[in-house]
């Protein structure tokens, strides 16, 4: 049996290109998370057991919120909204792999609480799964 050391991933140096622009310095939070759903069919004998699942794909994001600025994450999430575009995350810039998938836009919060920077988190429904592409 093979020993599997890992190299851990230190996530602060990351990619996040949304329809060609690099928002990672906007986010604090880019985590692609499956939502599985598992259903099974069990029929009246001992071997008549049929389990099914899908995974439904998502993108989550903790962004900061500028709405001045023209080009921010904030006004693009909003003005996109109900639209497909290609996005990658790469985890770790300058090496190992990347992840590309077709993200539906869907707008974030705006406002939030008195005295500090205002954030929003949204979840954006990927098509499909996402792709990983090798380095």
Do not use: C
């Amino acid at each position: 049996m093979a020993l599997i050391t890992p190299t851990p991933l230190y996530f602060d140096d990351v990619i996040l290109t949304i329809d060609g622009d690099d928002y990672a310095p906007a986010a604090s939070k880019a985590s692609l998370d499956p939502a599985v759903s598992l259903t099974r069919f069990q029929g009246l004998k001992p071997d008549a057991d049929f389990p099914a699942s899908s995974t439904d794909w998502s993108l989550g994001l903790s962004y900061t919120q500028d709405w001045d600025s023209s080009a921010s994450l904030s006004r693009y999430l909003f003005a996109n909204q109900g639209s497909e575009v290609d996005v990658t995350l790469k985890p770790k810039s300058g090496s190992g792999p990347s992840f590309t998938m077709v993200l539906h836009i869907v707008a974030g919060s705006v406002g939030g609480s008195t005295r500090t920077h205002a954030v929003a988190d949204v979840t954006l429904p990927l098509k499909g799964q996402p792709a990983l592409v090798e380095a």
